[in-house]
Nanobody, 117 residues
Framework: QVHRLESGGGLVQAGGSLRLSCAAS????????VGWYRQAPGKRRELVAT???????SYADSVKGRFTISKDIAKNTLYLQMNSLKPEDTAVYYC???????????WGQGTQVTVSS
C-alpha cells in the first residue's frame, strides 16, 4: 500500500526550470523527513534535498541555491522546484523517506530529467 509516483520531469535546456511532483502514500509523509534523490547513469543514487516535519530544509552542495523542496500535506504531494538547471543535473529523480544513516529499501519509478547544453 506504500506508493511513490514521481512526475514532472522532461527535457530542458541549460538554465531552464522544472517542477517535480511526488504523489506518495501517507505512510511516507508520516516520517520525520522526506526528500528527493537522484541517480545519473553509471552513478549511485544520491540525496539532493530534504524536508523535515518541522519545515527544515537541507540540500546537497551541488544543488544548493537552485533547488527548493516543499510539500502539500493535504494532497500528500512533495515538490522539487529546479531552477538554473545544468547538464550535470541530468538524472532520474525519486522521492522517498529520509532517515539519517540509512538508505530506503524500496523505490518508485522516478521521473527523468534531461538537461541539454
Amino acid at each position: 500500500q506504500v506508493h511513490r509516483l514521481e512526475s514532472g520531469g522532461g527535457l530542458v535546456q541549460a538554465g531552464g526550470s522544472l517542477r517535480l511532483s511526488c504523489a506518495a502514500s501517507e505512510m511516507i509523509f508520516s516520517l520525520d523527513a522526506v526528500g528527493w534523490y537522484r541517480q545519473a547513469p553509471g552513478k549511485r543514487r544520491e540525496l539532493v534535498a530534504t524536508l523535515t516535519r518541522g519545515g527544515t530544509t537541507s540540500y546537497a552542495d551541488s544543488v544548493k541555491g537552485r533547488f527548493t523542496i516543499s510539500k502539500d500535506i493535504a494532497k500528500n504531494t512533495l515538490y522539487l522546484q529546479m531552477n538554473s538547471l545544468k547538464p550535470e543535473d541530468t538524472a532520474v529523480y525519486y522521492c522517498n523517506g529520509v532517515v539519517n544513516g540509512l538508505t530506503p529499501g524500496s523505490w518508485g519509478q522516478g521521473t527523468q530529467v534531461t538537461v541539454s547544453s
